[in-house]
């Protein structure tokens, strides 16, 4: 069936440092990828998202690495900042289905 | 306005009662959706309406009721839960349906069961 791993499930960085999360989906009709943060206490939101015809995609201190063909992808943070502290989900969906799948999630924990 | 308001914030019932989650949105979104979210755990999908109508039900057991009353509107309706149900309830919206594309979330609904 559909599934989506993540790893890692902690990951903790110096502020400054990078911070990336790798995921992997098991599903090959899948061709939406979107990562959302949630913040203790608050609910989930969409931070970047990437299709399937595009390789990489990018937004300020935020990237995202699709690789169709190994079925990966991954989130880059760079020069992280406390706020950026919170649980990260990779999440698929495939084309002409109703759901999206998560990952288990990453808490990040970004020290000043 | 880009917001999904779920009401009530915090819910505390007993194994007999019944109560009754809601959630809206005003942004002409025609898929909706149930999560229920455990701590430390992704979200989990319940149910999936769209254009009002059912389209999935994860095999929830049938003690969580779901209605779709207008394109707006989404409720959840609870009786006879168990203490294993406590969880946050987070009703979510999106324009595009299949596949479903950014999913806005309500905050939630805190539900504890006694």
């Known amino acids: 069936g559909e599934n989506v791993e993540q790893h890692p499930s902690t990951l903790s960085v110096q502020e400054g440092d990078s911070a990336v999360i790798k995921c992997t989906y098991s599903?090959?009709?899948?061709?939406?990828f979107p990562w959302y943060k949630q913040e203790l206490g608050k609910r989930p939101q969409l931070i970047i998202d990437i299709r399937s015809n595009v390789g990489e995609k990018k937004d300020q201190r935020i990237a995202v690495t699709l690789n169709k063909t190994a079925k990966h992808f991954s989130l880059h943070i760079t020069e992280t900042q406390p706020e950026d502290s919170a649980v990260y989900f990779c999440a698929a969906s495939r084309a002409g289905g109703f759901k999206t799948i998560f990952g288990a999630g990453t808490r990040l924990f970004v020290k000043a | 306005d880009t917001e999904v308001t779920q009401t009530p914030k915090h819910l505390v019932m007993g194994m007999t009662n019944k109560k009754s989650l809601k959630c809206e949105q005003h942004?002409?979104?025609?898929?909706m959706y149930w999560y229920k979210q455990k701590a430390k755990k992704p979200p989990e999908l319940m149910f999936v309406y769209s254009y009002e109508k059912l389209s999935i039900n994860e095999s929830v057991p049938s003690r969580f009721s779901p209605e779709c009353p207008n394109s707006s509107l989404l409720n959840l309706h609870l009786h006879a839960l168990q203490p294993e149900d406590s969880a946050l309830y987070l009703c979510a919206s999106s324009q595009v349906l299949r596949p479903p594309g950014e999913l806005f979330f309500g905050e939630g609904s805190r539900l504890t069961v006694l």
């Open positions: 942004m002409g979104h025609r898929a």
């Open positions: 599903d090959s009709a899948s061709n939406y």
